[in-house]
């Protein structure tokens, strides 16, 4: 099963994103506690289970008020992130809702700005493609990047460079990853707004990253996690320690 693409860093507790399957994926993988959430972008597979703050959070039952369970969770938005969710899907709107009755709190983050939760600070950055977000978390002795999406035309600068572990979506297939056959038609806009898997793993070899996950693998690829194991054992007898992501991974940093 492939649900939406998100993800949890533990010891800090912070969830990136919340697709539509968001509840589930929390409740399945007996995650508690919850100190905060960042957005990397608009995009509806990105955002769309926002509903989970209320779902997590929500006490309708619960009186007098002063009874009620205070949970409430830390939502940031980088700087274009905040514009976005004000202009599409009413993201904004619904986050607005929610702030209301108590359920979140948000915080809207300028470009430049960091974010130290529970002695980890986080450091979001823009992509080549300026809307988008990725995130750069350390304690002092590790870093972690974690970028969800749109990696098209991004050059890994050097302070990002030789972190412990990097999440990075997969990119489409412009190719057959077997036969080397072309999947998606030379011509096809997609590939002036989406990076493909070759340009993914170039920027995997610019990294330097001590470990890389891979994600975001997009069902119209049509490939199974049977082949995809079989592409990471390649990948990793050419020297590149790559692993595909699979819903409930976890990995160590």
Known sequence: ?????S????????????????????????????????????????????????????????????????????????QQV??????????????????????????????????????VIVRPFRLAEDYVYAFELTDGTRRLLVAMDELNGWVPTDDIKRCDVAVLPMGICEFD??????????????????????ETIGIVEALEAGQVVLSHVEEMDCISYGELVQVEERLRSEGRNVTFAWDGLTVDV
């Open 82 to 119: 905040a514009v976005d969710f004000r202009r599409w899907l009413g993201s904004m709107e619904h986050l607005e809702f929610m702030r209301e009755r108590g359920w979140i709190r948000i915080h809207e983050l300028s470009d430049g700005d960091t974010v130290d939760i529970g002695g």
């Open 7 to 78: 993800a949890f860093v533990h010891g800090p507790n912070i969830v990136f994103d919340t697709p539509e399957e968001s509840k589930f994926q929390l409740e399945r993988s007996g995650i508690g506690e919850i100190a905060a959430c960042f957005y990397s972008h608009w995009h509806p597979d990105h955002t769309m289970g926002k509903r989970v703050w209320e779902t997590r959070n929500g006490d309708f039952r619960t009186w007098p008020r002063e009874a009620k369970r205070p949970l409430v969770t830390d939502v940031y938005l980088p």
């Open 177 to 198: 990853l077997f036969t080397g056959d072309r999947l998606i038609h030379e011509e096809h806009p997609v590939l002036v707004f989406e990076a493909t898997f070759a």
């Open 1 to 5: 099963m492939r649900t939406g693409p």
